[in-house]
């Protein structure tokens, strides 16, 4: 059960959300910019970066549901996914990518943990400002979400099934505050 | 230096968010809504945990920035900003600011620290569930700006004098985008 009086069965943050509306707005308004508006990431990169932070955060609801998604964007090439969370070093994903999840891997530890060395190599794979930009905003932001969700104890669906029709409308419908 | 060019001079989350001002607005527009919308919880009180926990991520700028902004807000009050920095426990801050600055505490660490009986202890004190609310999301949401800034290492002023300026303006306009 929530830590707060939230409509019941109604999954993750859209609950806290539904409870104050008035933050819930802007927040999901970042996450469709970030994650949906224009970027040198894919919008499946950009969706792994999110499932791999919530991964590292321990928050089930994130990262189920941004795997979901990013599989569904990815789609016949989805298990890279599930090959990234599993292992990067090991996953067939570019190397570029590589590079951009380790500061990821490092924001979620603590911004001040991203080293001069660890841009450099990003830069070394093809990297521009922008993409580091915001493989930085997304780790940070996800931080953030996961914080919100977990630290509420909100509502997490244990079906897989579940995740998986909740990818589909996020990676078609994009990040629409609920009603 | 930043990782990533941006603006010289202009510190912390501005010269970020006039890098990229898409994802700048609904950024401000939380800021403003969580910090300086309808609450509870006063300004100062708000204020306060945003510089506790940039304290506890050891975020330089938004910890001088943000204890500043509350300095202002509590006004003739204004050394409980500096106790509480110091020593929650020893400050003399009411037992109900202590219990919900154990929770913004736990959310810095991780979402999932925070136990059923950290929001019991709330309540016990008055705590309702807004200010619960309220409290685990200006924590998620500085465990996000904290990242950004130190992640992308933006520029932090080191010259005292800044910061008060920048702690009056705060309290005075609150969060409005960088042009």
Chains 1, 2 share one sequence.
Do not use: W
């Not at 933050?23 to 990169?45: M, N």
């Not at 590292?56 to 989805?78: I, V």
């Amino acid at each position: 059960m929530a830590h707060i009086e939230v409509e019941e069965n109604v999954p993750g943050i859209r609950s806290l959300v539904m409870f104050r509306p008035e933050t819930g707005k802007p927040l999901y308004e970042l996450a469709q910019v970030l994650l949906r508006g224009e970027s040198p990431l894919t919008e499946a990169e950009r969706e792994l970066i999110a499932a791999y932070v919530s991964k590292r955060n321990d928050t089930m609801f994130c990262t189920m549901s941004h795997a979901a998604t990013s599989r569904e964007l990815y789609g016949s090439e989805k298990n890279i996914v599930d090959d990234v969370l599993n292992d990067v070093q090991q996953s067939e994903i570019s190397d570029k990518m590589k590079a951009l999840l380790n500061i990821a891997g490092k924001v979620q530890i603590l911004g001040k943990e991203v080293l001069p060395e660890d841009i450099e190599a990003a830069r070394k794979q093809g990297a521009d400002d922008r993409e580091i930009h915001d493989t930085v905003l997304i780790a940070a932001t996800f931080s953030m979400y996961n914080r919100y969700v977990d630290g509420l104890a909100s509502f997490t669906p244990t079906d897989p099934e579940e995740y998986i029709e909740m990818g589909k409308r996020m990676a078609e419908k994009g990040y629409v505050t609920p009603k």
